[in-house]
């Protein structure tokens, strides 16, 4: 079993910077890949950002220049630091692990962008 475990969230105002961090623990081995979702309210769940177990980052358009995305393999650690926030970046963002088949899951942690 893999346990995620995110912190950082809380409320920010337009234009200002939080940094979010997930740290895993359990059964981890091997190549995963390691990301943050987010579900606004009344939207479906989607992908923020997503790191491999090499370094290689994938981001969603709309974060693409204000976010990155960034690991420790030895730390078992995902980061989201995230610039310029603006009022539509405020949900609950959700650390994922993906050791395929097997998708793990954070409980989430709510940000919210408003003056």
């Known amino acids: 079993q893999v346990q995620l475990v995110e912190s950082g969230g809380g409320l920010v105002q337009p234009g200002g910077t939080q940094r979010l961090s997930c740290a895993a623990s359990g059964s981890i081995f091997g190549i995963y890949v390691m990301g943050w979702y987010r579900q606004a309210p009344g939207k479906q769940r989607e992908l923020v950002a997503v790191v491999t177990s090499d370094g290689t980052t994938n981001y969603a358009d709309s974060v693409k220049g204000r976010f990155t995305i960034s690991r420790d393999n030895v730390k078992n650690t995902v980061y989201l630091q995230m610039n310029s926030l603006k009022p539509e970046d405020t949900a609950v963002y959700y650390c994922?692990?993906?050791?395929?088949?097997?998708?793990?899951w954070g409980k989430g942690t709510l940000v919210t962008v408003s003056s």
């Open positions: 994922n692990l993906r050791k395929t088949p097997t998708n793990y």
